[in-house]
């Protein structure tokens, strides 16, 4: 991992708008950043201001675009966006701050659409499966290739998640990826929460499971391996 001209290890800050994940994205970051320094910003009512509108506001918008400059003027080298629900965001952003912005389900629907013709999406909650499955076919459009995207919704998960009941959470999840079963060729999981569940949920269905944070760091760690330190 590269340093900054200092000598100091590369920052980067990663954008949260709900609690748990964070800790998900550290132990994986720790093994695929390396030295390199994380710092967080969590506002865990940005999710529910979305399900609240049925979609992102010009203030919510807003908002995300004031965490990413405040970042960078920070000293991140590279910003993580951890949430798909606001990733059509970073667009914006990429226009707008002058550091690099990650978007963690992008590197997951790239392969994704390499990979499969029938695409099952499953979310926690319905505000994710929009953007997931626009970023689909914005993907499939690029590489040539045609996709079928049906989605799934686990209700009554992020719920239970919310409120500490982990179990209920990998029930209702586990129920909804059954539903897609052999329906599809793989399965997304449009949120970063459910990757710990990767395993369990493919095991009963033999399709495959993608995830977005390890491969989100992959693509974290290139940017770094290509970006000026911003101090």
């Known amino acids: ?36 320094r994380l710092t967080s910003v969590i506002d865990d009512s940005i999710i529910f201001d979305i399900n609240r509108h049925g979609a992102i506001t010009p203030a919510i918008t807003r908002r995300i675009l004031r965490y990413y400059a405040n970042a960078a003027d920070a000293g991140a080298d590279v910003i993580f966006n951890t949430c798909s629900s606001i990733g059509e965001i970073v667009e914006i952003g990429r226009r707008t701050v002058g550091v690099p912005i990650v978007r963690i389900d992008e590197p997951m629907a790239e392969l994704a659409v390499a990979s499969f013709g029938r695409i099952g999406v499953l979310a926690t909650l319905p505000s994710t499966l929009g953007p997931t499955h626009r970023l689909l076919l914005e993907k499939a459009a690029t590489q040539g290739r045609e996709v079928e995207v049906i989605a799934e919704v686990a209700h009554g998960a992020y719920e239970a998640l919310a409120r500490g009941d982990a179990a209920s959470h990998d029930e209702l999840v586990a129920e909804a990826v059954a539903k897609l079963g052999s329906g599809v060729d793989g399965v997304v999981l449009a949120q970063a929460s459910m990757a710990r569940m990767r395993d369990r949920l493919e095991a009963p269905t033999n399709v495959p499971v993608l995830t977005s944070i390890r491969l989100g760091l992959e693509a974290v760690r290139a940017a770094l391996a290509t970006t000026p330190p911003a101090r």
Do not use: N
Not at 11 to 34: H, N, P
């Open 1 to 36: 991992m590269s340093t900054t001209a200092e000598g100091e290890p590369p920052v980067v800050a990663a954008i949260y708008t709900g609690r748990g994940l964070d800790e998900q994205v550290l132990a994986v970051a720790r093994e695929i950043l390396g030295d390199a």
